[in-house]
């Protein structure tokens, strides 16, 4: 399975993000993991942001509730983040895995 992240690179502050996570090597239907996505802000460590099942339930980390949705495209083959009332503390690089996936990450930076 390769994962592909990509959306915008600069976002202005209390703007919206979208990034899609193209996933290839195999259907995302008949991989029952979780999809996630994660982020990693300069110099900080990983930080789970949210997860998404084969059935479409999602999961997501109680600090970005009201903020943060995760869906999937089965027939896409695509997961979609999507996250609202940006800060600048949310500039980081952002990605999309699966098991001992990952996509090569995304910087986003917000910033006006």
């Known amino acids: 399975v390769q994962l592909q992240e990509s959306g915008p690179g600069l976002v202005k502050p209390s703007q919206t993000l979208s990034l899609t996570c193209t996933v290839s090597?195999?259907?995302?239907?008949?991989?029952?993991?979780?999809y996630n996505w994660v982020r990693q802000p300069p110099g900080k460590g990983l930080e789970w942001m949210g997860a998404?099942?084969?059935?479409?339930?999602?999961d997501c980390s109680p600090s970005l509730k009201g903020r943060f949705t995760i869906s999937r495209d089965n027939a896409k083959n695509t997961v979609y983040l999507q996250m609202n009332s940006l800060k600048p503390e949310d500039t980081a690089v952002y990605y999309c895995?699966?098991?001992?996936?990952w996509g090569q990450g995304i910087l986003v930076t917000v910033s006006s």
């Open positions: 895995n699966v098991d001992a996936a």
């Open positions: 998404v099942d084969n059935s479409g339930r999602t």
């Open positions: 090597g195999g259907p995302i239907s008949t991989n029952y993991g979780y």
